[in-house]
């Protein structure tokens, strides 16, 4: 009986070291996650910018004559 519980706390003592590094893991991730976010938000606005730039140029220059 001894040795059962004995072991029993050992897979306990493992599974909680577990718990806690995915714990981190997951804290990390979302961390990278909300970051990556934002970087993408930046690089889409920064697009829509060059977008609405590049289209007022265009329009400034003159229609093609075929």
């Known amino acids: 009986m001894e040795t059962e519980l004995n072991a ?7 599974l909680i070291q577990v718990s806690g590094k995915l714990r981190a ?11 990556a976010l934002s970087d993408n938000r930046l690089c889409s606005d920064k697009i829509d910018s060059a977008k609405d730039r590049l289209e007022k140029l265009l329009s400034t220059l003159p229609e093609e004559t075929l």
């Open 8 to 14: 029993l706390e050992s897979k306990l003592t493992q």
């Open 25 to 35: 893991e997951n804290h990390q991730l979302r961390q990278e996650l909300a970051h």
